[in-house]
Nanobody
Framework: DVQLQASGGGLVQAGGSLRLSCAAS????????IGWFRQAPGKEREGVSR????????LYTDSVKGRFAISSDNAKNTVYLQMNSLKPEDTAVYYCAAAILKLGPARLRTSRYDYWGQGTQVTVSS
């Protein structure tokens, strides 16, 4: 079974930093990508960033570009999201998810992702 475990959330002041981790397990020989998504109260879930375990390519939504950085430790099947210069509008539950790359590359649409982990709360105070 594919399992994803997100961790690293917490409370931080505006301008501060947090590092989220997503540990993935249960993948076999399939190509896949890991993405970070977030959902704030009353808002739709949105894609934040994605990294491919196939070619290492990365994607970011415009609102976090230049502030967040996604990376991976392939030996440990772990993805990190370094979040710097945090803003109150970054407050949300952050989820990691996996997309199987069978029909092409995965972008940042929630419907594209096949497996989801538990969220981790990120709260940024003003």
């Amino acid at each position: 079974d594919v399992q994803l475990q997100a961790s690293g959330g917490g409370l931080v002041q505006a301008g501060g930093s947090l590092r989220l981790s997503c540990a993935a397990s249960g993948f076999t020989s399939e190509h896949y990508a890991i993405g970070w998504f977030r959902q704030a109260p009353g808002k739709e879930r949105e894609g934040v960033s994605r990294i491919s375990f196939d070619d290492g390519s990365t994607l970011y939504t415009d609102s976090v570009k230049g502030r967040f950085a996604i990376s991976s430790d392939n030996a440990k099947n772990t993805v990190y999201l370094q979040m710097n210069s945090l803003k109150p509008e970054d407050t949300a539950v952050y989820y990691c998810a996996a997309a199987i790359l069978k029909l092409g590359p995965a972008r940042l649409r929630t419907s594209r992702y096949d497996y989801w982990g538990q969220g981790t709360q990120v709260t940024v105070s003003s």
